[in-house]
């Protein structure tokens, strides 16, 4: 973990609750003197007050440790604006249908940022009977290859694990696809446009 709760994050979430330092203390069990020295920065709640703390705050615990409030904006779950996180340490994949807080392996994951595909990292789909065949150019030895290829359309997510060694392909369904996705473990995520 890289960061820790800090006293202006305990403040703005306790203030946009509308409570004061002695319900929250009420709440977790502690002084209101206790919380006073969180959020001037004297002191900081003990590891075993965070699960509490973050509870009387309404809000997950990745939330409070990130400092930042997820609203949901996306409440139409659009599949368009599905979002990737790549764990560097294990390779977990994960999708969201929007903006979320992500952890793996104790480490909160920045959302991927696609570009559009260079030289080194084309994608190519075509049709072949009923699918897209879609691959890549790209070298797949131990130390850099493709790690996945997606295909997102209105309706969800098609995902192919690709591994090192392997063929840079994947078969996906016809089904309103509106854009190709191919993660590069040294460069990151690149897009193509449907």
């Known amino acids: ?86 764990c560097p340490v294990c390779g977990n994949i994960i999708q969201a249908s929007g903006e979320a807080v992500i952890s793996c392996c104790g480490i909160t994951l920045p959302p991927l940022e696609a570009e559009e595909p260079d030289e080194e990292h084309v994608i190519r789909k075509e049709i072949v009977e009923d699918e897209y065949y879609v691959t890549t150019g790209h070298p797949m030895t131990k130390d850099h290859y493709i790690s996945f290829l997606a295909a997102v359309s209105d309706h969800g997510v098609q995902l192919v694990k690709l591994y090192p060694e392997g063929a840079s392909e994947a078969r996906f369904r016809i089904d309103g696809v509106r854009k190709f996705y191919a993660y590069c473990n040294r460069h990151g995520l690149y897009e193509l446009k449907n």
């Open 1 to 86: 973990m890289d960061r820790y709760i800090t006293g202006a994050v305990i403040r703005r979430l306790r203030e946009n609750k509308h409570m004061t330092q002695e319900e929250l203390a009420e709440r977790v069990f502690v002084s209101s003197k206790a919380v006073s020295k969180w959020e001037t920065g004297q002191g900081f709640p003990d590891i075993s007050l965070i699960e509490p703390l973050a509870e009387a705050l309404g809000i997950s615990v990745i939330e409070l440790l990130s400092g930042e409030d997820i609203k949901n904006l996306n409440r139409s779950s659009k599949m368009s604006r599905s979002r990737f996180y790549v």
